[in-house]
C-alpha cells in the first residue's frame, strides 16, 4: 500500500456514458497527478495539480475533465470517450519539497 | 528527441545473475532521477531516487547516475524471479512534470 488509493479498480463504460475516477491520498501531499498508461506506450502526464491549482493539462481533450476540490482528492471526470481511451489511468501524489512520487494502483478502463 | 529513453526490451537473465537497467536522457537540467518497479496490473512502485551523480545502494538494488553523460542505471544483484516486472526510469524536470521511460520488460529465468 502507498497510501494512495484510486477507486473503481476496474470500470467499463460506453461512449455516450459519463463516469468519474476518484484518487485519495492522506500523505500530507500537495501535487497530485493523473497519468494515462497504454500498451507499448510510456506514462503519459495528463494532468499536474499543485495545492490545489491546476498547473498543466497535457494538451489532453476535453473528454477528460480533472478536479481537484481539496490536496486529498483528484477526480477524472469522463465523458463521451472513444474506444482509444481504453487503457490504465493511474493517479500519483507527492511532497513538493521531496523528489519521490507514490502512485495509486490505477482504474483499468475500457470504453466500448 | 525524447525527454527520457528507454529500451523496453524485454531482457530475460538466469536467476542470480546481475541486472543491469538504462535509461539516457536529454535535458542536463534534470536532477532528480527515480526508478519504479511495475508489475502486472498493479500501479508503479518506487524503487529508488537520487538527484546527485554516483552510486546510491539499497539492499540489492543500486541506482548510478552519469550526469556528463545524461545515462542512469539501476543494477540488481542477485537477482530473483520475483523480480520479473517491468522497470520504469523517471526524471522530475523543473516544472514538477515527472517524466517516464517506457519501461524495460524484466523476466528472472529460475
Known amino acids: 500500500e502507498t497510501g494512495v488509493t484510486q477507486t473503481p479498480r476496474h470500470l467499463v463504460m460506453g461512449m455516450t456514458n459519463k463516469k468519474s475516477l476518484k484518487c485519495e491520498q492522506h500523505l500530507g501531499h500537495n501535487a497530485m497527478y493523473w497519468y494515462k498508461q497504454s500498451a507499448k506506450k510510456p506514462l503519459e502526464l495528463m494532468f499536474v495539480?499543485?495545492?490545489?491549482?491546476?498547473?498543466e493539462n497535457n494538451s489532453v481533450p476535453s473528454r477528460f475533465s480533472p478536479e481537484c476540490p481539496n490536496s486529498s482528492h483528484l477526480f477524472l471526470h469522463l465523458h463521451t470517450l472513444q474506444p482509444e481511451d481504453s487503457a490504465l489511468y493511474l493517479c500519483a501524489s507527492r511532497n513538493r519539497l521531496n523528489t519521490e512520487a507514490f502512485f495509486g494502483q490505477g482504474t483499468r478502463l475500457t470504453v466500448v | 528527441q525524447k525527454e527520457v529513453e528507454q529500451d523496453p526490451g524485454p531482457l530475460s537473465v538466469p536467476e542470480g545473475a546481475i541486472v543491469s537497467l538504462n535509461c539516457t536522457y536529454s535535458?542536463?537540467?534534470?536532477?532528480?532521477f527515480m526508478w519504479y518497479r511495475q508489475y502486472s496490473r498493479k500501479g508503479p512502485e518506487l524503487l529508488m531516487y537520487?538527484?546527485?551523480?554516483g552510486n546510491k545502494e539499497d539492499g540489492r538494488f543500486t541506482a548510478q547516475v552519469d550526469k556528463s553523460s545524461k545515462y542512469i542505471s539501476l543494477f540488481i544483484r542477485d537477482s530473483q524471479p520475483s523480480d520479473s516486472a517491468t522497470y520504469l526510469c523517471a526524471i522530475l524536470n523543473r516544472d514538477d512534470k515527472i517524466i517516464f521511460g517506457k519501461g524495460t520488460r524484466l523476466h528472472i529465468l529460475p
Open positions: 537520487t538527484y546527485s551523480s
Open positions: 495539480y499543485n495545492f490545489k491549482e491546476q498547473t
Open positions: 535535458n542536463s537540467a534534470f536532477q532528480y
